[in-house]
């Protein structure tokens, strides 16, 4: 019999959890700054797979108003995604998941549960998704079983709104999903990072930030069909600064450095003279912001809002087991 594959929402929760693991620690890297107000804007996460042949217009649109187009690192930016392939449509969905949500549904201690929903505006998820042809179709007369990839690179962009009604960027991340010269696995770099404004509150304006990308796709061998998660991996951590101004980092596009992850797996007897390849790629960042002292020091003096719950999760469980050998008893 073969193990049981864990449910994805599972599989979610552990991911989101190295992620504010790994941001943790980038937290605990920074200095410590007086604490500093900060106010937020409604935010939207969007994520856009930018094709060579629409890199220079995908990098363009929400251009951050601080980074200048015509610098020498936006310059290899553009030459690291550019690469003059075709393009084709590709769908994307996006949505903002703040831990906020995340409440306690039954308040058990009304001043436990106050003060970890505080707590938790000090911690935030974005994330959002899009789906399209990783490969790009075979030229007549080429070698139709090479592979080249279409999908260069993927942009995650946080949007925030403005008094205004417009939208302004919050935070950027670009990252590199190019196969590899062997061509036998995909290459994760992350390229650049700019933050503006975080997703969560901070006592003294530092955050911890931990980004991670993923792709998920459904193929076939010659009489089965498979779906799963290709690669997850985490491509960036960072501690930032945000009381001085922006944050902006580039990283480096060529040399060894990076990660190689299985490529996207190819359907048996696909049609290669178009686009395929098809595959759904997943960005999530987490930002952790300094909390209070005094917040901290309540949340750890105070019970756990879900212990009677959990005690009694375990009182049936207990119960159940109990039952179930009494049954097979002779």
Same mark, same amino acid.
């Given at each position: 019999?073969?193990?049981?594959?864990?449910?994805?929402?599972?599989?979610?929760?552990?991911?989101?959890?190295?992620?504010?693991?790994?941001?943790? $620690?980038? *937290?605990?890297?920074?200095? *410590?700054?007086?604490?500093?107000?900060?106010?937020?804007?409604?935010?939207?996460?969007?994520?856009?797979?930018?094709?060579?042949?629409?890199?220079?217009?995908?990098?363009?649109?929400?251009? &951050?108003?601080?980074?200048?187009?015509? #610098?020498?690192?936006?310059?290899?930016?553009? *030459?690291?995604?550019?690469?003059?392939?075709?393009?084709?449509?590709?769908?994307?969905?996006?949505?903002?998941?703040?831990?906020?949500?995340?409440?306690?549904?039954?308040?058990?201690?009304?001043?436990?549960? =106050?003060?970890?929903?505080?707590?938790?505006?000090?911690? !935030?998820?974005?994330?959002?998704?899009? =789906?399209?042809?990783?490969?790009?179709?075979?030229?007549?007369?080429?070698?139709?079983?090479?592979?080249?990839?279409?999908?260069?690179?993927?942009?995650?962009?946080?949007?925030? #709104?403005?008094?205004?009604?417009?939208?302004?960027?919050?935070?950027?991340?670009?990252?590199?999903?190019?196969?590899?010269?062997?061509?036998?696995?995909?290459? $994760?770099?992350?390229?650049? %990072?700019?933050?503006?404004?975080?997703?969560?509150?901070?006592?003294?304006?530092?955050?911890?930030?931990?980004?991670?990308?993923?792709?998920?796709?459904?193929?076939?061998?010659?009489?089965?069909?498979?779906?799963?998660?290709?690669?997850?991996?985490?491509?960036?951590?960072?501690?930032?600064?945000?009381?001085?101004?922006?944050? %902006?980092?580039?990283? &480096?596009?060529?040399? &060894?450095?990076?990660?190689?992850?299985?490529?996207?797996?190819?359907?048996?007897?696909?049609?290669?003279?178009?686009?395929?390849?098809?595959?759904?790629?997943?960005?999530?960042?987490?930002?952790?912001?300094?909390? &209070?002292?005094?917040?901290?020091? $309540?949340?750890?003096?105070?019970?756990?809002?879900?212990?009677?719950? *959990?005690?009694?999760?375990?009182?049936?469980?207990?119960?159940?087991?109990?039952?179930?050998?009494?049954?097979? !008893?002779?």
């Amino acid at each position: 019999m073969s193990a049981r594959r864990p449910r994805r929402g599972t599989l979610a929760c552990a991911s989101l959890a190295v992620l504010f693991a790994e941001a943790s $620690l980038a *937290q605990a890297a920074g200095d *410590q700054a007086q604490g500093v107000p900060f106010t937020f804007a409604p935010t939207r996460a969007v994520l856009v797979l930018i094709p060579g042949a629409e890199a220079a217009q995908a990098l363009a649109e929400h251009r &951050p108003s601080s980074i200048v187009a015509t #610098s020498a690192p936006e310059a290899q930016l553009l *030459q690291a995604c550019a690469d003059g392939e075709s393009q084709r449509g590709a769908a994307a969905k996006g949505f903002l998941w703040d831990i906020l949500t995340r409440t306690w549904q039954i308040l058990l201690h009304p001043m436990a549960v =106050s003060v970890r929903n505080e707590l938790l505006k000090y911690s !935030s998820v974005s994330d959002a998704t899009a =789906s399209g042809d990783y490969y790009r179709a075979s030229d007549p007369g080429a070698n139709a079983a090479a592979l080249r990839s279409r999908i260069t690179c993927v942009r995650f962009t946080r949007l925030a #709104s403005t008094d205004s009604g417009g939208d302004e960027v919050a935070l950027d991340f670009i990252a590199s999903v190019r196969l590899d010269t062997a061509r036998d696995a995909i290459r $994760l770099r992350p390229l650049r %990072l700019y933050i503006s404004q975080a997703a969560a509150k901070s006592a003294n304006g530092r955050y911890a930030v931990a980004i991670s990308l993923r792709a998920d796709a459904v193929w076939r061998d010659e009489y089965t069909g498979h779906r799963g998660q290709i690669f997850e991996e985490k491509l960036a951590t960072e501690s930032v600064d945000l009381k001085p101004g922006s944050y %902006l980092k580039y990283y &480096p596009s060529d040399g &060894p450095e990076g990660v190689r992850v299985p490529i996207i797996p190819v359907s048996f007897g696909i049609d290669r003279s178009r686009d395929f390849g098809r595959a759904e790629f997943g960005v999530s960042v987490a930002e952790l912001g300094t909390a &209070p002292a005094t917040l901290t020091l $309540l949340a750890e003096m105070l019970p756990d809002p879900n212990q009677n719950l *959990q005690q009694l999760v375990i009182a049936a469980a207990t119960a159940g087991l109990a039952t179930g050998i009494a049954a097979h !008893s002779p």
